[in-house]
């Protein structure tokens, strides 16, 4: 189907690494990343410990079931044009009118008490690039109750879901991430949710310290509305998501088995074979390590492949040394790394995109996004291949697509 195109033209600032410069030119060095030992991290999946929890929690919400095009059909928060410029000017400075995307609406941009962070695609979930008849963008977001009102729990985390696709209303809805309990109820996911991507039905979930936590969309579910503070099954029998109507359901977890990783970030590459997933670590100083992992996918059941121990290996991993790390992308040997550079404000504070292709020793800097936050691929068979990012900071928030093939 036809993609809807909303672009922006905005003024002259350049920006990159980290501080404005008078041109545009990318700044080129010769630290690309070293290779390190990838078999020495290691992932178990665990698909059975919450099965029985989800089936009673189906159970108890019979009649509840949604699919994503229902949420969709009733989507009710129109995206905008691109907005907030300052936050994304070095990108327009270098790619003009190539640089497209949508804001949140006005709550949204300005709301301090919810952050977005991870960004994935409906061409990450399937080849043909729709689910159930919907060419959508996915965005996380992670609750911070200390910026709510007095006494909010912690909400945790909630998944925007935004039409991308002119055949459609231009409008997105948040469903709230949960996670089954015994009982036949749910409870909040408490995580930084930093990095997301959809692989077929599943939705894999960046828990720093932990690995992944996988929701499954064949697992959407209505909830009553009404109480901004409760959430799974009441004393009345109503089921609660912090005033949300939808809610989606974890079904299982990846969890790290090997060498200690930070699960900051990751995103899906569809140009290997098999698949692959490719996390990073989000390091704040010179005392981190900044690695990049990449991990094999399976395609017929979405889940990391295994070896005859049970256990999926890394193939591919590198220590980049890039401090404050938000995201990566990676394509036919071709890498995006996305760093943020703090919370000073837009005009000194501007965060690098960095790219590297396998085996060369050159990496190629760009000014990038205020706030920068994950990174995903978007193949296109009738425009370019681009790069989705997206911005965090309340009132400079901002979700942008750039050209991939960038020199």
Known sequence: ???????????????????????????????????????????????????????????????????????????????????????????????????????????????????????????????????????????????????????????????????????????????LLVEPVTGGSYKAVPIHAGGIFWYGDLLYVADTGTGFRIFDFRKIYSADTGKANAIGKQSDGTFHAHDYAYVMVQTGWIRNAGAGLRYSFVSLDRATTPDSMVMGEWTPDTSGTSRIVRFPLDYTDRLPVQEADGKTYGNEAYSTGFLSMQGVAAHDGRFWFSSSAGDGGPTGNYGTLRIWNRGSTTVTSYGWLYGAEDLTYWPDAANPDSIWSLTEYPNYRAVIQVPSGLN
């Open 1 to 175: 189907m036809r993609k809807l195109r909303l672009t922006a033209a905005l003024g002259t600032l350049t920006v990159a690494l980290l501080a404005p410069l008078a041109t545009a030119a990318p700044v080129t060095t010769l630290a690309g990343p070293t290779t390190i030992n990838a078999r020495q991290f290691t992932l178990t999946t665990d698909m059975t410990s919450l099965a029985s929890k989800v089936t009673a929690l189906e159970t108890a919400l019979a009649g509840r079931r949604k699919t994503v095009d229902q949420v969709m059909q009733a989507a009710n928060r129109p995206r905008g044009a691109l907005c907030n410029a300052s936050a994304y000017k070095p990108a327009t400075d270098r790619w003009g009118s190539a640089v497209e995307g949508f804001c949140w609406n006005d709550g949204d941009d300005a709301a301090d008490h919810w952050y977005p962070q991870g960004i994935t695609t409906t061409r990450d979930a399937l080849e043909a690039g729709q689910y159930d008849n919907h060419q959508l963008v996915a965005n996380s977001w992670y609750h911070k109750p200390e910026n709510d009102t007095a006494g909010s729990p912690n909400k945790g985390v909630r998944l925007s879901l935004t039409d991308w696709d002119a055949d459609f209303a231009n409008n997105y809805r948040h469903l």
